[in-house]
């Protein structure tokens, strides 16, 4: 399971948080015949780390480990590098710190809530003097990474109480957040040496941008004289006549091209407009990790901040769009399947601006930013505080702990939509609840969510029968697409009744549907107890939930929008994809904003409980 990424530390009651290790991530397979120790590309680490295979092969019981593999250098801190050439520093401890448990005793735990699995962990690890259980802090996120900072850690893992572990994907449940800056790159080449210096000069550096290496630097410190030759001596199988930038970068010496196969990690001071890293320290090679796997995920110095780009940089929307926001990277790829752009993105959200706005107007957001295109990560900010322009519309809330404040951004026009979908905001998340009214939301909603064995018109037939309920107890209702792969149902309240009140009336709406379907629909939050059903989820009901906005993008595959739809077009044959940012504006100039009742007059929520307890 993978992390996504943030920038900022938070506090909150329903995360817990760990030590960012600077080592290799390890998954340990023990009480086998042969034991084994591998990475995350089922490189084996084996002889290269024999002290923590001999731990691995010494536990007898079978279970499934994850972890990481860390040497601590003379002053006590995790260093990757002596971890990389660990043959020259045996005389540094190594530890195992395991931090998750997958199987035990043959049995998948995977689907238990993560707090679970790090009980069972605690309680049935055999730790030894190389092998160590890695504890963490909950709640309060800030306070620790104060600690990392102070001890000049790399940073520090966030993650979800209750997430289940997904193996290879990459998800917000569990969040890097950096106090180091660090990078992974691609080395392109080498210099001559200079003076004294042996071997080579620098490593010439580069990232995968949309499938082509882009250069971001070159880094010359971070080496000894041991470590230029063994890289020299490794290099030489690689080199090629062909600048695999294709074009020419500003390297002061020749250079000497690499076929694109070595990943580096380094350790940078700041990126420039042009998202070259600065002041590069070569931290060692990932033998982990492969140029496929780079292409395949794009981290942060080799894409050019948003905020930090060149007029050159810049390009015209066509149509040409007017807006106060200085438009940036318009021919970035977010679709890469269907080849849309950035610029695609933003001209739909000018063009649907009339349409979305009602939506989004005094509603706090909490903006999702996938700035490299739905390959690429995903991280949530709700915080802009210091980054939002000054002519946008903010309000200062408590967080929910109420130790900290947040400034949320109002999406109250048309400029902040396109400044929202600048910054890689595909699709748009605001709060039930407006500014005016904010613990009485203006609607209920019921989330349709899924499961991978349910077909979609299973999901048809759980929106019918809720839509039959509701028309029973006297209830309007208003159906639209995720965008994804479920369908949302809205319940009009005018901003009359609570968050409580709302969701209790979507936990009966919920529980009568999910009883006249029992073998498709379930009411039951935890996924291993949900067996394989579809998830009506009345949970959203609570202040600060979000969910797609009506006509939002949404970053899937074929640039889908959330699409409100007549009830009459719920029923088999209806399909997702169906509604694009190509083609939703002709749907929504054509039959108008289906969902404007949505924010009408609301139920009379006292009479439709009274109606539901008599049936």
């Given at each position: 399971m993978l992390a996504g990424e943030t920038r900022l530390p938070f506090s909150n009651n329903q995360w817990i948080f760990e030590i960012k290790w600077d080592g290799y991530r390890a998954i340990a397979k023990c009480g086998l015949k042969h034991p084994l120790l591998y990475s995350r590309n089922a490189v084996s680490f084996e002889e290269k780390y024999p002290k923590i295979y001999n731990a691995v092969r010494a536990i007898t019981t079978k279970m499934v480990l994850d972890g990481e593999i860390v040497v601590f250098d003379e002053n006590g801190n995790p260093n990757f590098q002596k971890l990389q050439y660990y043959s020259h520093y045996e005389h540094l401890p190594m530890y195992y710190y395991v931090f998750d448990i997958l199987q035990y005793k043959g049995k998948e735990v995977m689907d238990l809530p993560l707090l679970e699995r790090k009980a069972l962990l605690k309680k049935v690890l055999p730790e030894s003097d190389v092998i160590r259980y890695c504890d963490h802090v909950e709640n309060d996120g800030e306070a620790f990474f104060t600690v990392m900072q102070q001890r000049n850690m790399e940073g520090m893992i966030a993650k979800l109480k209750t997430s289940v572990y997904i193996p290879g994907t990459r998800t917000n449940n569990w969040l890097k957040i950096k106090h180091q800056r660090t990078e992974e790159v691609v080395i392109a080449g080498y210099t001559a040496p200079k003076g004294a210096r042996q071997f080579f000069g620098a490593v010439v550096l580069?990232?995968?941008?949309?499938?082509?290496?882009?250069?971001?630097?070159?880094?010359?410190?971070?080496f000894d004289k041991a470590l230029l030759k063994e890289l020299f001596n490794k290099f030489q199988s690689y080199i090629t006549h062909e600048n695999p930038f294709g074009k020419w970068v500003p390297v002061n010496n020749g250079v000497i091209w690499l076929k694109p196969h070595f990943v580096a990690n380094i350790r940078y001071s700041e990126l420039t407009r042009e998202g070259i890293v600065r002041h590069p320290v070569f931290q060692g090679l990932r033998e982990d990790k492969t140029t496929e796997d780079m292409k395949k995920g794009n981290t942060s110095a080799a894409n050019k901040n948003d905020k930090q780009s060149t007029p050159a940089e810049h390009a015209t929307v066509t149509p040409p769009v007017k807006t106060k926001v200085e438009?940036?990277?318009?021919?970035?790829?977010?679709?890469?399947?269907?080849?849309?752009?950035?610029?695609?993105?933003?001209?739909?959200?000018?063009?649907?601006?009339?349409?979305?706005?009602?939506?989004?107007?005094?509603?706090?957001?909490s903006m999702k930013r996938t700035p490299n295109g739905i390959a690429g990560q995903s991280f949530f900010q709700k915080d802009v505080k210091e980054i939002a322009p000054d002519w946008a519309k903010t309000i200062i809330l408590p967080a929910d702990n109420n130790e900290k404040e947040i400034e949320y951004l109002l999406c109250n026009d048309k400029d902040t939509l396109l400044y929202m979908a600048n910054l890689g905001c595909i699709e748009i998340n605001p709060w039930n609840s407006t500014i005016n009214h904010l613990d009485n939301p203006d609607y209920v909603v019921l989330d349709l969510d899924p499961s991978e064995k349910n077909s979609f018109e299973e999901v048809i037939t759980t929106a019918n029968i809720i839509k039959e309920l509701t028309d029973k107890v006297?209830?309007?209702?208003?159906?639209?697409?995720?965008?994804?792969?479920?369908?949302?149902?809205?319940?009009?309240l005018h901003a009359?009744?609570?968050?409580?009140?709302?969701?209790?009336?979507?936990?009966l709406i919920a529980?009568?549907?999910?009883?006249?379907?029992?073998?498709?629909?379930?009411?039951?939050?935890?996924?291993?107890?949900r067996h394989d059903k579809l998830y009506i989820d009345f949970l959203q009901n609570k202040k600060g939930q979000t969910l797609a906005a009506p006509y939002s993008a949404r970053p899937k595959p074929g640039a889908t929008v959330s699409m409100p739809l007549e009830w009459r077009e719920v029923k088999p044959g209806l399909q997702i994809a169906d509604f694009t940012i190509k083609n939703a504006l002709q749907r929504i100039e054509q039959k108008g904003d289906l969902f404007k009742p949505v924010l009408g007059k609301g139920i009379n929520l006292e009479g439709c409980i009274k109606k539901i307890e008599k049936l």
């Open positions: 580069g990232k995968y941008e949309n499938g082509k290496l882009v250069y971001v630097g070159h880094s010359g410190t971070g438009l940036t990277h318009l021919d970035k790829i977010y679709w890469p399947d269907e080849q849309i752009t950035k610029g695609d993105l933003i001209n739909y959200y000018n063009a649907v601006y009339d349409y979305i706005i009602p939506y989004l107007r005094n509603r706090p957001q006297g209830a309007a209702a208003y159906c639209k697409t995720s965008g994804s792969t479920g369908l949302h149902i809205y319940i009009p009359k009744y609570t968050y409580d009140e709302s969701r209790l009336f979507a936990e529980n009568l549907a999910a009883q006249q379907i029992p073998e498709i629909a379930t009411v039951e939050r935890s996924l291993n107890k």
